[in-house]
């Protein structure tokens, strides 16, 4: 039987691809048009200079999915930010039975799979990666990994997977979903070589798939 774990959607987002001068009160009120915003944050180094990256809280798990959905992509001082779940969010954490571990910075969704999601961990079919944690962002690209939105909530990550290595070499693939474990209709696929990536993106962004229509992008954080 193969292990079925789930990405769980807490009420924090992380937030990529800041713009140097991005504040948290421009990220608080950017992000107040999906909810209620209780705590933001950019981090950065000991010069007080932004790392490109921040955090921000809701009321509700709701809330932060409704703010993944809308804000992924879109603009914020002049730079399009990158808007995730935050994987080390308390709440998550609690709910997969983690006690104790220091917060980190949080990591961007890895393709897992086998359907494994829990952090980004496990081997794809055919897949190379083994169980474990994955690597800190470190806000470079590999050029391997292409984020999609837009897939079918019928779709697990057999079928993206199959999907895509129509392309190229597929290493994992791998469909978020909530609590409820239904998809929230986004995921990602990394590729063997960088030029199945870029073939990907040039095939399918912005292509029709059962009635939806997809965006598919190169992943700036893994």
């Given at each position: ?200 993106v040039a095939r399918y962004h912005e292509s029709e798939l059962e009635g939806r229509r997809l965006a598919v992008f190169i992943d700036r954080y893994q």
């Amino acid at each position: 039987m193969e292990d079925q774990s789930t990405i769980r959607l807490g009420k924090r987002c992380f937030v990529g691809n800041l713009a140097w001068k991005t504040s948290w009160q421009d990220l608080k009120d950017k992000f107040r048009e999906c909810g209620n915003v209780v705590y933001t944050n950019v981090m950065r180094d000991d010069d007080g200079r932004s790392k490109g990256w921040g955090i921000v809280e809701f009321e509700s798990p709701e809330e932060a999915l409704h703010a993944i959905q809308t804000l992924n992509g879109a603009e914020l001082g002049g730079r399009r930010i990158l808007v995730r779940e935050d994987r080390e969010d308390r709440d998550v954490k609690q709910a997969d039975g983690a006690t104790g571990a220091p917060e980190r910075a949080p990591r961007p969704a890895r393709g897992a799979g086998r359907g494994a999601a829990n952090g980004g961990r496990g081997a794809g079919r055919g897949g190379r990666g083994a169980p474990g944690a994955a690597p800190e962002a470190t806000g470079e690209s590999s050029g391997l990994q292409i984020v999609v939105q837009g897939i079918p909530w019928a779709y697990t990550w057999r079928e993206l997977k199959d999907m895509f290595a129509e392309v190229g070499g597929v290493d994992r693939a791998d469909v978020v979903t909530g609590y409820d474990g239904r998809s929230r209709g986004y995921g990602t696929v990394k590729f063997t070589t960088k030029e199945a990536a870029e073939a990907a993106v040039a095939r399918y962004h912005e292509s029709e798939l059962e009635g939806r229509r997809l965006a598919v992008f190169i992943d700036r954080y893994q």
